[in-house]
């Protein structure tokens, strides 16, 4: 099995700090640029697993850096450059406090919502008698609050979120006109692939007057992917749609006792577990963007990702 990359501590040029997330470590360069290293962390359940997948860290970043390419029309983004396989660098922004989720249909956590008998989420009507998995008439925006590290984010209302001054309410129309245009064509992509984008979410920030799509786009982590074929049949029956997501490694926790409660012990992550989930990767991977995955080596992980990067800033 080729080699993981879990941790990282880097000490590029110029560079000011590190943010360790659950699956990125964000390298900040002089305040001006950002070194974001999508690692193999894997997290469930707001847990990070104790064994990383190799391949994921490249996959994300490629998938990500794809869409940020092909959305780049119709947003700025802060991506500049991917210098290595598992490395984007871009303009440092500042964050809003708010991440912008767009449903297309009524499934997950929404669907928990309604299903309790609630019609209103974020501040959204949801019309009575729908299925799950249903589709909405137009997409909706359900916003969370950004938390801060090892805390949940919070649904908001966008009446709440000018309320408190979370962001303008000029800010806050770019960013739903944004939204509703992203969306757009990550479902019009994903249809040319026979998938449909069900649900995502974007993160923005701003820098100098100007708002940027900031962090990852359209990936199996912060997306939701139901393929076209057989969806129509499997709603009708009100059976479970076919997936394309991190569900699958949710699902094997949960069928070995793991939930990320108080108490539950990780199952075992044998090697065939984690090649296993690996090689799922590479399935979302191709198809997502149709194109074949390139296995990068990984032989000298962290000096070849230092040698990429160091490189790409001294140019700068």
């Known amino acids: 099995m080729k080699k993981a990359l879990v941790k990282t ?5 110029k560079q000011k700090n590190v943010y360790h997330g659950k699956v990125r470590d964000v390298y900040n360069i002089n305040d001006e640029l950002l070194v974001m290293v999508a690692t193999d962390r894997i997290s469930a359940f707001d847990v990070i697993l104790p064994e990383g997948i190799p391949y994921k860290g490249q996959m994300l970043n490629q998938i990500a850096a794809k869409f940020l390419d092909a959305t780049a029309d119709i947003c700025p983004n802060w991506k500049l450059a991917t210098p290595d396989p598992m490395v984007t660098a871009g303009i440092r922004c500042e964050g809003y406090p708010v991440e912008m989720i767009v449903r297309g249909y009524l499934c997950g956590s929404a669907w928990r919502t309604y299903k ?5 989420i974020c501040g959204v009507k949801i019309p009575d008698g729908m299925k799950e998995n249903e589709k909405f008439p137009t997409p909706i925006i359900t916003p969370t609050t950004k938390a801060a590290q090892g805390l949940h984010d919070e649904d908001i209302s966008k009446e709440e979120i000018l309320k408190q001054g979370l ?22 992509i994903a249809a040319s692939r026979g998938l449909i984008l069900v649900d995502t979410k974007y993160e923005f920030g701003h820098r100098d007057g100007k708002i940027y ?3 990852e786009i359209h990936t199996p982590d912060s997306s939701r992917y139901f ?7 499997r709603f009708r029956k009100g059976e479970p749609q076919k997936q394309l997501s991190k569900e699958f490694v949710r699902e094997w926790l949960m069928e070995n006792g793991f939930q990320g409660k108080a108490g539950q012990k990780v199952p075992t992550m044998t090697p065939e577990i984690v090649e296993a989930i690996s090689n799922r990767y590479i399935e979302l991977f191709e198809h997502i963007t149709g194109e074949t995955f390139v296995k ?21």
Do not use: C, M, W
């Open 167 to 188: 962001v303008s309410e000029a800010d806050y129309a770019v960013l739903e006109k944004y939204t509703t245009e992203l969306f757009q064509r990550g479902t019009e």
């Open 296 to 316: 990068a080596d990984t032989d000298q992980l962290l000096s070849r990702i230092e040698k990429n990067v160091t490189q790409y800033l001294l140019q700068k």
């Open 9 to 13: 501590d880097f000490h590029f040029p």
């Open 213 to 215: 799509l900031i962090d």
């Open 227 to 233: 393929y076209q074929e057989g969806y129509e049949e």
């Open 116 to 120: 309790s008998g609630i019609r209103e």
